[in-house]
């Protein structure tokens, strides 16, 4: 496939990443952890390595600009801008590859699979279920190539993460 529609194909609903995890906490809790660069730093990462935030402007038509770092010390620049948020219920927001400086770059051009998308929107929605959280999120990428690239399989190490940090209080 040619980068050109790679960075331009979004599959079916259906065919996208689509996850559903349910939470032993208060759903203003469970968005809270969502809400400040402080929080993602302590949950936002798969298991193994960490994230840092440049920016994370909580708005919607804020902007973003993280960097998750592997234990091999290979850095994952990305840059995004918030669209929707509404508390404590949906946030929605773009996920694109970067260099450091915060400059998109085609994900190809990292070392990613040709075949990811240079843009991605993200969807999580927090739904209460009396005193516990059912998260949904959905992203606009393939789901088996979520699953190949290990995409999938990051956001599932993510959500085990912030389980554990939620159970901590």
Request: proline content about 7%; overall charge negative.
């Amino acid at each position: 496939m040619n980068k050109d529609a790679a960075s331009t194909l979004v599959p079916p609903a259906g065919a996208q990443v689509h996850i559903a995890r349910d939470f032993d906490a208060p759903c203003e809790l469970v968005f809270h952890a969502w809400t400040s660069a402080e929080h993602l730093e302590r949950w936002y990462a798969p298991q193994g390595c960490s994230i840092k935030f440049r920016l994370y402007d909580f708005q919607p038509g804020g902007n973003l600009r993280s960097c998750i770092r592997t234990p091999d010390g290979h850095e994952c620049w990305c840059i995004g801008t918030f669209l929707e948020i509404v508390a404590p219920k949906r946030i929605v927001f773009t996920m694109i590859a970067s260099d450091a400086r915060g400059n998109a770059v085609e994900p190809a051009d990292l070392g990613m699979d040709p075949d990811w998308p240079r843009e991605t929107t993200v969807t999580v929605t927090f739904e209460d279920l009396g005193g516990r959280t059912r998260l949904t999120l959905e992203q606009t990428v393939s789901e088996s190539l979520a699953k190949k690239t290990g995409a999938y399989p990051s956001w599932l190490s993510m959500f085990d993460n912030l389980a554990t940090l939620l159970a901590e209080g």
